[in-house]
T-cell receptor, first 112, second 115 residues
Framework: GDSVTQMEGPVTLSEEAFLTINCTYT??????LFWYVQYPGEGLQLLLK?????DKGSNKGFEATYRKETTSFHLEKGSVQVSDSAVYFC???????????FGQGTILTVHP | GAGVSQSPRYKVAKRGQDVALRCDPI?????LFWYQQALGQGPEFLTY????????KSGLPSDRFFAERPEGSVSTLKIQRTQQEDSAVYLC?????????????FGPGTRLTVT
């Protein structure tokens, strides 16, 4: 079946550092890919998405490019802020109606 | 506008009790999903509704779990004879159309603790 794998372990960075969170997927169809974010005390919200190979999703300074050749959708940001501290989830729909398979989540903590 | 709401936000149940968790999706959204999120994990799919029809219940972990959406709007997830392993956050999400590329809007979740 479909699966999504995120990098292991929490990430701790200083403000203005460069961020990469790796995500790889296996999917047999319905190729949209998503990054969702969960801020402390809040619900999951969509951060960005890409709907086909080579698409780049971007939002709030974050970017991710859908790489079919490496089955990856890594999340990047050039300069993180304290307010970016949250849990980030990579997700892929495994059906035509959008049933999501999530990665295990990556906790990001940004220190001033 | 109003987002997805869930109630209660927190529920403590004694083992063996029945619980009912409510989801109010965004008005007009066709698709409704339930997910279960264990501590430190990503959400896992439970069930899917298109309007009032439950089209996929493959993720329900046992026959103690039951979901309904009788009028195609509000949905209820019911867990009978709760067990400790049912302790988790239950998330509801809705989407405007039945399409894998469309965003799902999540509610804040109901945190269920079974003692």
């Amino acid at each position: 079946g479909d699966s999504v794998t995120q990098m292991e372990g929490p990430v701790t960075l200083s403000e203005e550092a460069f961020l990469t969170i790796n995500c790889t997927y296996t999917a047999t169809g319905y190729p949209s890919l998503f990054w969702y974010v969960q801020y402390p005390g809040e619900g999951l919200q969509l951060l960005l998405k890409a709907t086909k190979a080579d698409d780049k999703g971007s939002n709030k300074g974050f970017e991710a490019t859908y790489r079919k050749e490496t089955t990856s959708f890594h999340l990047e940001k050039g300069s993180v802020q304290v307010s970016d501290s949250a849990v980030y989830f990579c997700a892929s729909p495994g059906t035509s109606y959008g049933k999501l398979t999530f990665g295990q989540g990556t906790i990001l903590t940004v220190h001033p | 506008g109003a987002g997805v709401s869930q109630s209660p936000r927190y529920k403590v149940a004694k083992r063996g009790q029945d619980v009912a968790l409510r989801c109010d999706p965004i008005s007009g959204h066709v698709s409704l999903f339930w997910y279960q999120q264990a501590l430190g994990q990503g959400p896992e799919f439970l069930t899917y509704f298109q309007n009032e029809a439950q089209l996929d219940k493959s993720g329900l972990p046992s026959d103690r779990f039951f979901a309904e959406r009788p009028e195609g709007s509000v949905s209820t997830l019911k867990i009978q004879r709760t067990q400790q392993e049912d302790s988790a956050v239950y998330l509801c999400a809705s989407s405007l159309v039945r399409d894998s590329s469309y965003e799902q809007y999540f509610g804040p979740g109901t945190r269920l603790t079974v003692t």
